[in-house]
């Protein structure tokens, strides 16, 4: 085997050689430790979650409505609807799927409900995700009851959520939050409607 390298030392010390032999090793090394590295990411998750108790997971979530823009809208139209943006906090040190949201939240006295499954939905660890969206149906008697209400009322919402962990399911639930005020669309259109009616 030495012989060989010796009579090979031309080509192997020429540029091409040495360029040949660097792109072997980056690639081996890439295919070797990437896969390894996921994989051992991926059973330390396994093993920091199971060992964690749900309280501690929880307290290192938030979910709460995105900050900006119009994160919680009503639609008042003839299919009526509730519409949340969500953000997702999560500081645990693996990844968390979020499998099934409720939302429910009182407006001038009326509780409704937006429930919904998400698929695919994650909070990567150490990270935020600021485009969870959560709709769902509401009845008319309750979009009635919104558009017949007289002063702009301010909400309490309240988030619960079932969320996976790589080995196990738990369950969230946020702190209310209160003084939310909904964007109402076309609330003027089934105001109206219910005048004429």
Known sequence: ????????????FSGIGIVIISLSITFIKKMKFSSLGNFMSRVYGVFISFFRSDEDITKNINIDLRPRNSPFEIYLDDLPKSKFWLRGLN???FEISIKHI?????????TAKCSSFLHGCTLPKLSI??????DDGISSEQADYIAGFQDESRCTVIIKAVLKTPSKE?????????GISPALIN???????????
């Open 1 to 12: 085997m030495l012989e060989w390298f010796i009579e090979q030392k031309d080509w192997i």
């Open 91 to 93: 500081f645990n040190p």
């Open 102 to 110: 409720t939302i429910e939240y009182s407006y001038g006295g009326m």
């Open 129 to 134: 995700n600021d485009v969870i969206l959560v």
């Open 170 to 178: 738990i369950s969230y639930e946020s702190n209310y939050l209160e």
């Open 187 to 197: 609330k003027k259109l089934r105001s109206e409607k219910m005048l004429t009616n």
